[in-house]
C-alpha cells in the first residue's frame, strides 16, 4: 500500500534569484506575475524581500507594480520592511513605505524594522528618521523588553540615541 502525501506547496522560481542579480527583466516578467509574486523560496523569502536585498529601486518599483504582499514575513517573520532597514536601503525602504508597507511590523522576536535599523545604523541617520517620520514607534519592546530607542542608548561606538530625540 503506498502512502499518499499532500502536494507540495507552490515555490517562487528558482530562476528568480539569479534573475534579480543580473537585472534579468526577460526572465523576472516570466516567472513573476501578479499570480506568482507572493511565492515563497525555500527561506520563505517572496520576491518582494529578494529584490529589496538584490536588486535596485527601479526593480523594485516593477515588483511593486505586481500587487505583492508587501508585510509577507519569511520563516523569521523579516518582511521586505526589515531588509531594507538592515541594509540601511533608505530609497527601498521610501518606496514600500509609499506602497503602504507596515512600519512596525515585529519580526519572530518582535524586532521591529526600527530595531533592524537602529542595531545597524553605524551612526547613519537617515533611516531612523525616515522610519520615525512614517510613524514608527521608538518605545516598541521585542519580546526581550528592548525597543529600538532604548538599544540607540546602548549602542557606545556610535552616537544613534541622537536619532531619537526631538
Known amino acids: 500500500m503506498s502512502k499518499s502525501y499532500p502536494p507540495a506547496s507552490p515555490r517562487l522560481s528558482p530562476e528568480v534569484l539569479p534573475a534579480i542579480h543580473r537585472q534579468g527583466y526577460p526572465a523576472l516578467k516570466q516567472h513573476v506575475t501578479a499570480a506568482t509574486v507572493n511565492l515563497p523560496d ?9 529584490v529589496v536585498n538584490y536588486g535596485d ?3 523594485l518599483q516593477w515588483v511593486l507594480s505586481k500587487g505583492p504582499a508587501l508585510d509577507q514575513p519569511d520563516r523569521n517573520g523579516w518582511t521586505a520592511l526589515h531588509f531594507a532597514a538592515q541594509a540601511h536601503a533608505v530609497e527601498m525602504a521610501a518606496l514600500l513605505l509609499a506602497a503602504g ?4 511590523a515585529p519580526d519572530a522576536y518582535g524586532n ?55
Open 42 to 50: 525555500s527561506s520563505g523569502r517572496t520576491v518582494l524581500s529578494l
Open 57 to 59: 529601486a527601479t526593480m
Open 101 to 104: 508597507a507596515t512600519v512596525d
Open 112 to 166: 521591529t524594522p526600527l530595531w533592524r535599523a537602529a542595531f545597524e545604523s553605524r551612526g547613519r541617520g537617515a533611516m531612523l528618521q525616515l522610519l520615525l517620520a512614517h510613524g514608527a514607534n521608538p518605545d516598541q519592546a521585542n519580546d526581550s523588553g528592548v525597543s529600538p530607542g532604548k538599544l540607540a542608548e546602548t549602542i557606545a561606538n556610535f552616537n544613534v540615541k541622537q536619532f531619537f530625540t526631538a
